[in-house]
């Protein structure tokens, strides 16, 4: 897992080259003002823009990806990530349609707030439970990369 500031992001290409078009993507697209919805960016790269509702810790549901990266950037409101590595989780079923795994009530062990200007990238090894919010919603981007 990775936080740090929109500015920084292109700091982090090295890891995978198609954050380089994340970045480029940013460049050039406001997401302030762009409509919900998925954005393909290239094969292997794409965007959901999305209003996503409140979660708290005890609603919000840990996940991980198989196949795909996860930069999160909220845009309208400070969202808090619950967080648990993958080698402390239980055996759960994976959905390789969706490629995603969730784990039911199992909860988090740690929590990190990031604000809108920020990002977090969550790799397959990091569990993360997304949308814990003290608003009602939350405008947000989640840039999906394949790994």
Request: net charge negative; hydrophobic share 40%.
């Amino acid at each position: 897992m990775i936080i740090d500031t929109i500015e920084n992001l292109g700091k982090y290409v090295a890891l995978n080259p198609l954050f380089a078009d994340v970045v480029a993507f940013l460049k050039d697209n406001d997401l302030q003002t762009m409509e919900g919805g998925k954005y393909p960016i290239k094969d292997g790269l794409f965007m959901n823009l999305q209003v996503a509702k409140q979660r708290t810790k005890d609603t919000a549901v840990l996940e991980t990806h198989v196949e795909m990266i996860d930069i999160q950037l909220p845009l309208t409101c400070d969202e808090t990530f619950g967080y648990t590595p993958l080698c402390d989780l239980p055996e759960f079923e994976y959905n390789a349609e969706k490629d995603i795994t969730k784990y039911g009530e199992t909860k988090a062990q740690t929590y990190v707030t990031v604000k809108p200007g920020q990002f977090a990238i969550f790799f397959p090894q990091d569990g993360h439970a997304p949308c814990i919010l003290d608003e009602p919603e939350v405008k947000k981007a989640i840039f999906k990369v394949k790994k």
